[in-house]
Every structure is written in structure tokens, then in C-alpha cells.
């Protein structure tokens, strides 16, 4: 092989190289964006309609499914709250529990929770996550 073709396919594997480095740092910026993205731009949180004003009469609750979520759902004299459904203590549902003014009765052990603050009564470390209420018209939206 004559010093010439040698040169050539050494430069060739070289140029080969240095595009492959050089699509790879492309590549790697491009996806560093995305990631830098990605935890920057979260979803904006929506109200969704959960249930109709009508559905829960003062003093009620019940439990609702959104966004493959379960929520407990408050009348309390007229006003709407609503909390995770689950239970801090095993989980119980506290959408079936029993609602005496803000306080809900866990069905299964008896834990209680203020269901504006989402703090449970005896220990207020024990907070359930609360979700923003709103009323349009007839329709009951909960800020997800
Ligand atoms: S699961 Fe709610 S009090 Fe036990």
C-alpha cells in the first residue's frame, strides 16, 4: 500500500471520528436541553369537574375519581373541600368516613381529619394533601 492511501484512510477514519464525536456532543446538548426542560416546564394545574353541586348535600362527603386519583369530597354548610381519599393511618377511604363540621371520621379506625387543612386532630404532622375548590354554576372543580 503506497504512504498515500495510507494517509488517506487515515484522514477518512479520522474525519469519521470527528463527526462521531461531534454528533455525539450534539446529541448529548439537545437531550441536556430536554432534561433542563422538562424540570423547569411542569403541567399547569387545572380545574376538572368532579361532581355537580346537587350530588352532596351540607354535611356529606363522598369519594371522586380524577386522573386516576381518588379524592374525598366535603360539603361543609355549602362550601366544597377536598383531600386525598387514603387514609394516613392504613388507608382507610375518607370519602365513605363521617363529616361533623370540617372534621371527617376515617370509617375504618375512627382517625380524624380537618379537612380544610387536611391535618389530622390529635397529631398535626399527619397531613393529607388538600386540593383548591372552586364552584362554576353546578359544576364542583378541583384544582389538579
Ligand atoms: S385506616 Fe383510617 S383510621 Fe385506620
Given at each position: ?121 390529635v397529631d398535626?404532622?399527619a ?18
Amino acid at each position: 500500500m503506497s504512504n498515500k492511501k495510507i494517509y488517506d484512510n487515515v484522514n477518512n477514519i479520522f474525519l469519521f471520528f470527528s463527526m462521531a464525536l461531534r454528533v455525539n456532543l450534539e446529541l448529548e446538548l439537545y437531550l441536556s436541553v430536554i432534561y433542563i426542560l422538562q424540570q423547569k416546564v411542569k403541567p399547569m394545574a387545572e380545574y376538572l369537574t368532579i361532581a355537580h353541586s346537587d350530588e352532596l348535600k351540607s354535611g356529606e362527603c363522598k369519594t371522586v375519581e380524577v386522573n386516576g386519583l381518588a379524592l374525598a369530597l366535603y360539603n361543609v354548610n355549602g362550601k366544597f373541600y377536598a383531600t386525598d381519599n387514603t387514609c394516613l393511618h392504613r388507608g382507610g377511604p375518607l370519602g365513605e368516613g363521617e363529616l361533623q363540621n370540617t372534621i371527617v371520621t376515617c370509617p375504618w379506625h375512627g382517625w380524624q381529619y380537618d379537612v380544610i387543612t387536611g391535618e389530622n386532630v390529635v397529631d398535626s404532622a399527619a397531613k393529607l394533601k388538600t386540593y383548591e375548590v372552586q364552584v362554576v354554576g353546578n359544576d364542583v372543580q378541583v384544582k389538579i
